[in-house]
């Protein structure tokens, strides 16, 4: 298997039209069709990425910054910014652009956590992942800080059950 692959190689643009099966009363997105979209690029992504088929572990860090309207257009980007063995951190920000004056506004940023898997389901291992931009770096060198945060949260959602 290659060892190291740059980011710039599974970085994957997508872009969506903001249908009325998608949006509320009020003619906005609803955040659920947003997720949708994110967990589809970041699979994409970390496919592109390792090769492999693979599954959402996780999607956190989701922060709802502004709405998208019907008639939109929401512009995807997702990029690797970490691996561990088999896993993959997928960073994705979608941008709602106005069609009448082409201004775009930021929208939502997640982080997915994605798991490359074999015929059999299981966890298989992944290259490492190189960063090329400022703020792929920036993400890159955050990773562990944000994995050991990732597992309090898992063991506080295991108290739920
Ligand atoms: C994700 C999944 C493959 C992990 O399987 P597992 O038997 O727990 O495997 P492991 O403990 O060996 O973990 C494998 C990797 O997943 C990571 N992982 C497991 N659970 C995780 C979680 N909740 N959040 C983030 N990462 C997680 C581990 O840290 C490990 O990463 P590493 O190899 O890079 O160190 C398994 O839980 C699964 O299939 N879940 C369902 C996935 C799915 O169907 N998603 C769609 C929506 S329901």
Same mark, same amino acid.
């Given at each position: =298997?290659?060892?190291?692959?740059?980011?710039? *190689?599974?970085?994957? &643009?997508?872009? /969506?039209?903001?249908?009325?099966?998608?949006?509320?009363?009020?003619?906005?997105?609803?955040?659920?069709?947003?997720?949708?979209?994110?967990?589809? &690029?970041?699979? !994409?992504?970390?496919?592109?990425? %390792?090769?492999?088929?693979?599954?959402?572990? %996780? &999607?956190?860090? #989701?922060?709802?910054? +502004?709405?998208?309207? #019907?008639?939109? #257009?929401?512009?995807?980007?997702?990029? !690797?910014? +970490?691996?561990? *063995?088999? %896993?993959?951190?997928?960073?994705?920000?979608?941008?709602?652009? %106005?069609?009448? +004056?082409?201004?775009?506004?930021?929208?939502?940023?997640?982080?997915?956590?994605?798991?490359?898997?074999?015929?059999?389901? /299981?966890?298989?291992? !992944?290259?490492?992942? #190189?960063?090329?931009?400022?703020?792929?770096?920036?993400?890159?060198?955050?990773?562990?800080? *944000?994995?050991? *945060?990732? =597992?309090? &949260?898992?063991?506080?959602?295991?108290?739920? !059950?």
């Amino acid at each position: =298997m290659i060892e190291q692959i740059t980011a710039g *190689r599974s970085r994957t &643009i997508q872009t /969506k039209l903001v249908l009325p099966p998608d949006t509320n009363h009020m003619g906005t997105i609803f955040g659920g069709a947003v997720l949708a979209y994110i967990d589809e &690029i970041a699979a !994409v992504t970390a496919m592109k990425h %390792s090769g492999k088929a693979v599954v959402t572990a %996780s &999607i956190d860090t #989701v922060n709802f910054l +502004s709405s998208a309207r #019907v008639g939109n #257009v929401l512009l995807l980007e997702g990029v !690797v910014i +970490s691996t561990g *063995r088999t %896993s993959m951190e997928v960073y994705v920000k979608a941008e709602c652009q %106005s069609i009448e +004056s082409g201004e775009k506004t930021l929208t939502t940023t997640a982080i997915l956590t994605m798991v490359a898997v074999d015929e059999a389901g /299981k966890p298989t291992p !992944v290259p490492g992942v #190189v960063p090329e931009t400022e703020h792929e770096k920036k993400l890159f060198k955050s990773a562990q800080e *944000r994995k050991q *945060r990732r =597992m309090k &949260i898992n063991e506080y959602a295991k108290e739920l !059950v």
